[in-house]
């Protein structure tokens, strides 16, 4: 009996131990404990023979060692068969049972073998990491190995010469692990939390959070916490992007405190639709004095191009931009809207969202509601379902029989690199000589553009953001001189100030336009004066512009409107002390129309907010020149 139940322990702990080899969720140490498991199948399969040929300390003893005889190649397979056959004596178990310590006999040295391997490329990472910890040039590090890790890494090492790379992954990465040799980056099989990064005072660190929205977040404030105490100039060398789209994690990380460390919070769906707005801008298809936007698919790329949209196309003479939403869940989409972002369906946007549950609806509620659309946005989730809906939209406003006369732009949005290639191989007419095939779609949004080196590390809207945040700090201060570091230090404490910063500087080249001009970074283009531009009358247009660029924004971000009762209301409850904003209710006594600005400021005993407005325009040059030289990158104001 003995005989037969330790065959049965045997082939069970070797079926666990082959198991666990192939379970990838226990990551590096699957092979640790598939060599555990390798080893007592083979301790209990020869526990009947030791045990009746020795006493117990001596059977025990001896059955470890041929243990490890097995492991060095060193056990005779069929050295105990004799005591095999006396004990078994069934010819068919007494089979069974030499077959199973011949399949042990090759099974336990491979796998030990595979064990050392690994606890090797383990120690060899950590050496690598100690090697990289002793260089000054800057440093890398992903908290995941994806593909949009991979991709990112990738335009890394294409933009940055000398620089060292760093995946935290505890997953099994074997389906990257060429990729990653090809970049030279190492692996190491832990949480970014527990890497073994020492720091040094003249080197560059950037951690980039990619895994889900919670663990992002939770990433990114342990290590918020074991930075804040250290040295400043370690704090100023820190740079934390956390990629994610919660709605909390601005409040979450607004209240913790960061020092001087720079925090990123990148929303992927808000950074694509800012993009499209800046390459694409709303004012180059006004038709009839009017912007008027279809957005196909209510996605969060279209969510988040529906609020740019909103304060993007406050442009002064042109009325208020028409916007048309269509989806499946048009209803929940609005009703989550308007818990959010009250003042959007408040009647101060003409915003109109409608229930399409497949392209024949789609077409029966454009074809009634939206045909004077000028600016398309197609965004259904995946890439193939958005270019069909695409296609057959350019086909529809593109008709011969004059049934759609305006043939809009149709933006589609192809997250995949190389359909985005596909896509804009098809804009020509030449595609196909015979048919003169040409459907004219513009891709946007494609995951390895927006996560780049360049459109995260050296982001263009955020460089101008910064001299945006630097033009009114210098408004407000009493002699317009500034401390650049520590404003720089203030830009980085609050999230909702650096979104408002952005909406700012992204606005600048839609106020430009309304006086016929822009802006560019060619160094060989002719620049002219802005102040020569701004008349008195043309100044007044780009301060509504302005005004109504703020309160629009502010809108979108779920803040309302306060009348000085309101406002005396929530200075003496303590919730706005020395303020007239309230930031707890998202309440702010200036969003209101431009012309009721002045006589309120004299109400709650201000300064005319309208000057603000005036010298935010006046210094546009300032934002546009870097004058604080806080980038690389230097624009001109150019004629359109």
Not at 186 to 198: E, F, W
Not at 202 to 218: H, P, Q, R, S, T
Not at 550 to 575: D, H, K, N
Request: glycine share 4%; proline share 4%.
């Amino acid at each position: 009996m003995t005989w037969y139940l330790c065959l049965i322990l045997a082939i069970i702990c070797m079926a666990a131990s082959v198991c666990t080899l192939f379970d990838r969720k226990r990551g590096r140490l699957r092979a640790g404990i598939a060599v555990l498991l390798m080893a007592l199948s083979v301790l209990i399969i020869y526990v009947p023979i030791f045990f009746k040929l020795f006493d117990f300390p001596t059977a025990l003893f001896g059955d470890v060692i041929h243990m490890l005889q097995v492991i060095t190649l060193d056990a005779g397979y069929t050295e105990f068969y004799r005591d095999v056959l006396e004990g078994v004596r069934s010819p068919f178990m007494v089979r069974v049972y030499m077959t199973m310590l011949g399949l042990l006999h090759f099974a336990m040295p491979a796998v030990s073998i595979l064990a050392a391997y690994n606890i090797f490329i383990h120690y060899y990472a950590f050496l690598r990491i100690w090697l990289i910890n002793h260089k000054k040039r800057p440093l890398f590090i992903f908290s995941d190995c994806n593909q949009d890790s991979m991709a990112l890494a990738k335009s890394i090492r294409a933009n940055v010469r000398s620089c060292d790379l760093i995946f935290a992954d505890r997953k099994d990465t074997e389906d990257h692990k060429e990729k990653i040799d090809s970049l030279y980056a190492v692996l190491y099989a832990a949480s970014i939390q527990d890497l073994p990064i020492s720091r040094r005072k003249d080197k560059d660190v950037y951690y980039f959070c990619m895994e889900k929205d919670d663990e992002d977040l939770n990433n990114a404030l342990h290590l918020v916490e074991r930075y804040e105490k250290r040295d400043k100039t370690i704090q100023k060398h820190t740079h934390i992007y956390v990629m994610t789209e919660q709605k909390d994690v601005d409040i979450m990380l607004d209240s913790t405190n960061k020092g001087l460390i720079d925090i990123h919070v990148v929303n992927v769906p808000e950074r694509t639709a800012y993009r499209l707005l800046d390459e694409h801008p709303l004012y180059e298809h006004i038709r009839d004095g009017r912007i008027t936007v279809l957005l196909a698919g209510l996605t969060p790329v279209n969510i988040a191009l529906l609020k740019a949209i909103c304060w993007c196309g406050q442009m002064g003479a042109f009325a208020r931009p028409k916007i048309y939403a269509a989806g499946i869940r048009s209803e929940a989409v609005e009703r989550s809207l308007r818990v959010d972002v009250p003042e959007l369906f408040a009647g101060g946007f003409d915003i109109t969202m409608f229930h399409a549950v497949d392209l024949f609806d789609l077409y029966q509620q454009i074809e009634a509601k939206a045909g004077d659309a000028g600016y398309v946005s197609v965004a259904m989730g995946d890439d193939s379902q958005t270019l069909d809906t695409a296609c057959w939209l350019r086909r529809m406003f593109y008709r011969v029989d004059d049934t759609f006369t305006n043939a809009p732009p149709i933006f589609t949005l192809i997250q995949d690199h190389e359909k985005k290639s596909m896509v804009e191989q098809m804009k020509t007419p030449h595609t196909n000589p015979d048919k003169r095939v040409s459907y004219q779609l513009t891709p946007f949004g494609a995951r390895p553009g927006i996560l780049s080196y360049e459109n995260l590390v050296h982001e263009p809207l955020e460089q101008l953001a910064k001299n945006v945040h630097m033009v009114y700090s210098s408004i407000f201060s009493e002699n317009g001189e500034i401390d650049v570091e520590k404003e720089l230090e203030n830009y980085n404490r609050l999230e909702v100030n650096k979104r408002s910063n952005r909406a700012n500087a992204m606005h600048i080249r839609y106020k430009l336009a309304l006086i016929g001009l822009d802006y560019t970074d060619r160094p060989d283009a002719q620049e002219v004066d802005l102040s020569a531009y701004l008349t008195p009358e043309r100044m007044e247009v780009m301060q509504r512009a302005e005004h109504d660029r703020w309160m629009a924004f502010l809108q979108t971000e779920g803040w309302i409107g306060a009348s000085p009762e309101q406002v005396g209301s929530y200075r003496t409850a303590g919730l706005a002390p020395g303020s007239h904003k309230c930031d707890l209710m998202k309440m702010h006594p200036y969003i209101r129309d431009f012309e009721g600005l002045s006589e309120l400021s004299e109400t709650l005993e201000g300064k005319d907010t309208t000057v603000y407005d005036r010298d935010l325009i006046m210094r546009i040059p300032d934002i546009l020149h870097d004058r604080w030289n806080i980038s690389d990158i230097k624009y001109k104001i150019i004629k359109r």
